[in-house]
């Protein structure tokens, strides 16, 4: 039985949004509602879902990231020197496409005068009796997707210098995360996935980056970002290759970052999109050092299908011929919700799950 994060059972964040939630937000788009009347509704159904979390027998419990509208732009845009714009997407999606938000810098960055998300935290942490968990996209998410045209010439001619400042915005911001009480903080960071599938190396060169320098650019970014978390602070990684509406952006195995990614990045855990073949195989995870701990992402968030038991079970069966056992966990391979549209499945399909989840892991892992 894990007594600390990331627990046998668990779950990378982000719900379905409730229907009172969506009424709300919509009468908040319009104006019927006014800032206090929607933290009100939101409020009312985290506190529901907190409480559905822990009666299925989560021990890692999130606020579905319901206060968000997306699962990065929120929380960057409300960083110290950045700013949200509507704009033309240049990853792409397999399928439909999200709201045209994109960010860029708009003076240096390395301040951090506070955060809205520390409220959403400390709500969180006040109404869970389990362990509130706390998600944030990589810093890798302000560059990306845009490359250059994110960070002006005129505010960092040096990359280097806009590396550094991140990270230090970064650090600051998990510090006051820590100084709420957090203790398991996920940091998501798709862009390693997708710095596995061949089409997006070729964007990426296409712009005028090396794929392989960006990977260990990000790497030392995420050093950089949580050097000073405490050392009682769990540190996990959320790994997958794109989540909007059930559909994709990446396909490509984890060997061409497997070994940054479990040897030179330092955080304690890893979230890892295992429910398809575009994932590519377990072998990567032969590179996985002691101390560290894979959560199997074998359960797809992307259709209401419910895996059998002796499904999953093969699965992490399988997993367990390249990482010892008693360093894996099980859970969905992403989010629900990572916009607030939501995956293409109903919410008790997805309640179903995350139940399914919990009976596995204790079956394997003697997890109560």
Known sequence: MSDHPPFRADHVGSILRSAALKQAREKHRTGALDDAGLRAVEDAEITKIIAKQEDIGLRGITDGEYRRAFWQIDFLERLDGVESYEGERKVKFQGPQPRPVLLRV???????SGHPMLDHFRFLNEHTKQTPKMTIPSPSSLHFRYGREAIPTSIYPDMAEFYH????SYRKAIKAFADQGCRYLQIDEVNLAYLCDPALRDQVRARGDDPDTLLNTYADLLNSAIADAPDDMTIAMHLCRGNFRSTFVASGGYEPVADVLFNRIGVDAYFMEYDSERAGGFEPLRLLPKGKTVVLGVVTTKTGQLESKDDLKRRIGEAAKHAPLDQLALSPQCGFASTEEGNELAEADMWN???????????????A
Request: no cysteine; hydrophobic share 40%; net charge positive.
């Open 353 to 367: 799950k995350l139940r399914r989840v919990v009976e596995v892991a204790r079956d394997v892992w003697g997890e």
């Open 106 to 112: 708009t003076e240096k960055l390395g301040r951090f």
């Open 165 to 168: 400042d991140l990270g230090i």
